[in-house]
């Protein structure tokens, strides 16, 4: 099989929406976070999409410190790539956001695609018990506030951290997001092959409905043609629904704690190792294969794990 027909697994391994309250099974402290990423990479995905978060709080972290024990382990142990989240938590600012990316240099970065109303509120009606204090207020404050990524936010995040060799997975929530980035492409800010992630059913975004996971591919192919490589997630229970539906139209897929907690009705899902699995097991029946790391960092144009600035690989000359 050509690496053409390969399929991206990413895993996004804990995220900033989900509250260390809802799982005892999401990943909180470095170390769990290392276990479950390298477990999802074990079972076949080739990018691990990263969040920190506070070790005796759970609350996100998005300071470099926070994320340099998760890199250096990780860097150790896997060879799956490594993305690194610019989207953080919709509390924070912006400079807050790209610390990690302008400080680490990865290989891939998340680049959100513009700023948007970001629902988790509606969680406080399933969750009414919580370990933290800042939890429900979390929430509660998602219903009046504004997940903040201006165009000028844009413009700037993509020199900062673009300047390292770092390309990005382009976080589109919603069909306006994908004529933004067509706007960074035509004034040259970036450059093919795009990583377009499409994101269904987060309130404020596009629903998952198939006739919405059809209109972002067909916007998406009309907009960018062959220069890019199209990728799906579904929020919540119907993650696996929406990676059908992406896959069924050619798409890569992404998984993982951060999206969704849930593996069946009423049944928690253990490791993202456990999604991971699944999601392998979907792509294969459909007569697909898995794109291995090397393989993917070929399809999406990477600089390879050597030019970072937490590996401890050498480059070759």
Same mark, same amino acid.
């Given at each position: *099989?050509?690496?053409?027909?390969?399929?991206?697994?990413?895993?996004?391994?804990?995220?900033?929406?989900?509250?260390?309250? *809802?799982?005892?099974?999401?990943?909180?402290?470095?170390?769990?976070?290392?276990?479950?990423?390298?477990?999802?990479?074990?079972? !076949?995905?080739?990018?691990?999409?990263?969040?920190?978060?506070?070790?005796?709080?759970?609350?996100?972290?998005?300071?470099?410190?926070?994320?340099?024990?998760?890199?250096?382990?990780?860097?150790?142990?896997?060879?799956?790539?490594?993305?690194?989240? $610019?989207?953080?938590?919709?509390?924070?600012?912006?400079?807050?956001?790209?610390?990690?990316?302008?400080?680490?240099?990865?290989?891939?970065?998340?680049?959100?695609?513009?700023?948007?109303?970001?629902?988790?509120?509606?969680?406080?009606?399933?969750?009414?018990?919580?370990?933290?204090?800042?939890?429900?207020?979390?929430?509660?404050?998602?219903?009046?506030?504004?997940?903040?990524?201006?165009?000028?936010?844009?413009?700037? +995040?993509?020199? +900062?951290?673009?300047?390292?060799?770092?390309?990005?997975?382009?976080?589109?929530?919603?069909?306006?997001?994908?004529?933004?980035?067509?706007?960074?492409?035509?004034?040259?800010?970036?450059?093919?092959?795009?990583?377009?992630?499409?994101?269904?059913?987060?309130?404020?975004?596009?629903?998952?409905?198939?006739?919405?996971?059809?209109?972002?591919?067909? $916007?998406?192919?009309?907009?960018? !043609?062959?220069?890019?490589?199209?990728?799906?997630?579904?929020?919540?229970?119907?993650? *696996?629904?929406?990676?059908?539906?992406?896959?069924?139209?050619?798409?890569?897929?992404?998984?993982?704690?951060?999206?969704?907690?849930? +593996?069946?009705?009423?049944?928690?899902?253990?490791?993202?190792?456990?999604?991971?699995?699944?999601?392998?097991?979907?792509?294969?029946?459909?007569?697909?294969?898995?794109?291995?790391?090397?393989?993917?960092?070929?399809?999406?144009?990477?600089? !390879?794990? +050597?030019?970072?600035?937490?590996?401890?690989?050498?480059?070759?000359?």
């Amino acid at each position: *099989m050509s690496i053409s027909d390969k399929v991206i697994i990413t895993c996004a391994v804990t995220g900033s929406i989900h509250t260390p309250s *809802m799982s005892p099974h999401l990943p909180v402290t470095a170390e769990e976070i290392v276990e479950s990423a390298v477990g999802a990479a074990d079972a !076949g995905a080739a990018i691990l999409h990263l969040h920190a978060r506070d070790p005796a709080t759970g609350r996100p972290d998005q300071s470099p410190s926070a994320f340099a024990p998760i890199l250096g382990a990780l860097a150790e142990r896997t060879d799956a790539v490594l993305n690194l989240t $610019t989207g953080g938590a919709p509390t924070m600012s912006v400079a807050e956001r790209i610390e990690p990316v302008v400080a680490f240099q990865p290989e891939l970065a998340s680049m959100n695609m513009g700023s948007m109303n970001f629902g988790l509120y509606p969680m406080l009606d399933r969750y009414n018990q919580f370990q933290h204090d800042w939890e429900a207020d979390y929430l509660e404050n998602s219903r009046a506030n504004i997940f903040r990524n201006s165009l000028a936010d844009i413009e700037h +995040a993509m020199k +900062a951290c673009g300047a390292g060799g770092t390309r990005f997975e382009f976080e589109c929530y919603d069909i306006g997001h994908l004529y933004t980035l067509a706007h960074f492409v035509a004034r040259g800010l970036v450059s093919p092959p795009f990583f377009v992630q499409s994101v269904f059913g987060l309130l404020g975004g596009i629903g998952n409905h198939g006739e919405d996971i059809n209109h972002m591919r067909r $916007t998406a192919d009309r907009l960018f !043609g062959e220069d890019y490589q199209w990728s799906v997630l579904g929020a919540g229970r119907h993650q *696996m629904r929406v990676a059908a539906a992406g896959l069924t139209l050619g798409g890569n897929i992404r998984v993982g704690l951060e999206d969704n907690l849930w +593996a069946g009705k009423g049944r928690l899902c253990v490791s993202n190792r456990e999604q991971v699995e699944t999601a392998r097991k979907l792509v294969e029946s459909l007569g697909l294969s898995v794109a291995s790391p090397e393989e993917a960092r070929a399809i999406l144009g990477l600089k !390879g794990r +050597a030019k970072n600035r937490f590996s401890k690989e050498k480059e070759t000359v």
